[in-house]
């Protein structure tokens, strides 16, 4: 496993990503000053995304219902626990974007390549909402 998004496991056998692009911004406010520079004040966390790049190589490893999977996630417009496979918890995301490119086709129009771009946003989270949310996952009790 190389990250879990919800349910939606990402490995070579459903969809591998190439690139893990992670951005972080923080807000300072700012006061203008007559004669001197502004003041600046950290006003806290901006936002956090997350996009996942990658080829789908149905012929070799994954599938295009991977694909369908996470645009069927997105729909529910719901936030999901994204999870490293080494353990490592990022918080809680939506799905904000999902770009899909087919290239080199079959006779029957199927694509032999699929080229994804999959963008997430971190939503606001406490650890107590998280750890329940996950919690929730382990039991089966989320959909």
Same mark, same amino acid.
């Given at each position: 496993m190389m990250l879990a998004l919800g349910f939606f496991v990402f490995s070579l056998h459903t969809l591998a990503y190439?690139?893990?692009?992670?951005?972080?911004a923080w807000r300072h406010a700012s006061v203008s000053?007559?004669?001197?520079?502004p003041a600046s004040? =950290?006003?806290?966390?901006?936002?956090?995304?997350?996009?996942?790049?990658?080829?789908l190589l149905p012929e /070799? %490893?994954? *599938?295009h219902l991977s694909l369908d999977a996470l645009q069927a996630m997105a729909d529910t417009g719901d936030a999901w626990p994204l999870i490293e496979g080494?353990?490592?918890?990022y918080g809680l995301y939506v799905?904000?974007?999902?770009?899909?490119?087919?290239?080199? =086709?079959?006779?029957?129009?199927?694509?032999?390549?699929?080229e994804?771009?999959?963008?997430?946003?971190? /939503? %606001?989270? *406490?650890?107590?909402?998280?750890?329940?949310v996950i919690g929730e996952l382990a039991l089966g009790q989320i959909r």
């Open positions: 190439q690139d893990f692009q992670r951005q972080l000053r007559v004669g001197d520079r004040q =950290f006003v806290g966390a901006d936002d956090e995304t997350i996009t996942l790049a990658g080829v /070799v %490893a994954g *599938t080494t353990g490592r918890i799905i904000t974007g999902l770009q899909i490119t087919r290239q080199v =086709f079959f006779d029957d129009g199927a694509a032999r390549r699929i994804f771009s999959l963008s997430l946003k971190r /939503v %606001a989270d *406490t650890g107590l909402e998280l750890a329940s």
